[in-house]
C-alpha cells in the first residue's frame, strides 16, 4: 500500500510561483528588495512543487514494515520492531482542527498530514493497524 500527495498540490505551488512572478512583473517597478523577495518566492514555491513531483510517495507499506520520505527526496526503510506507535494526533486551534499522522520510531518522529497522504490520516493509522504483524 501506498499514500502520496494530492496531485493538485504541486499543480498550486507552481501557479502561485508563477502569479508571484507576474505580480513582481507587474508592481515591483525599479526596486530590487521586491525583485529579490519575489525571486525568493517563486524558487521556493517551485522547489517545492518540484519535490512533489519528484517524490509523490510520502508513504508506503507493507508486511514487513514501512517507507517514509524524509527530507527533500530521502527515504528510509523501517520495520514494524521500529516502530513504537502509530497514532491520529488531532489538534484545534482557533475554530480550525487539524489532523497528523504520527509514527513513533523512537529516535524519531514522523508526521503526515491529509494532504501529504491523499486520504485522512485515520484511515490510514486503520490501514497500517490491518498491515502490522503482531510481534
Known sequence: MQWRIRPVLPVTKVVGAAAVVVLALAFAGRDPVRWVLAAVVAVAL??????????????????????????????????????????????????????LLELDAGEAIYLFSAHELGALPEDVAAALADLRVPA
Do not use: C, K, M, S
Open 46 to 99: 517551485a522547489g517545492w512543487a518540484l519535490r512533489d513531483l519528484v517524490v509523490p510517495v510520502r508513504l508506503a507499506a507493507d508486511r514487513e514494515g514501512v517507507i517514509v520520505t524524509t527530507g527533500f527526496a530521502r527515504r528510509r526503510r523501517l520495520t514494524w520492531a521500529q516502530i513504537e506507535r502509530v497514532r491520529v494526533d488531532r489538534t484545534g486551534r482557533r475554530g480550525l482542527r487539524g489532523e
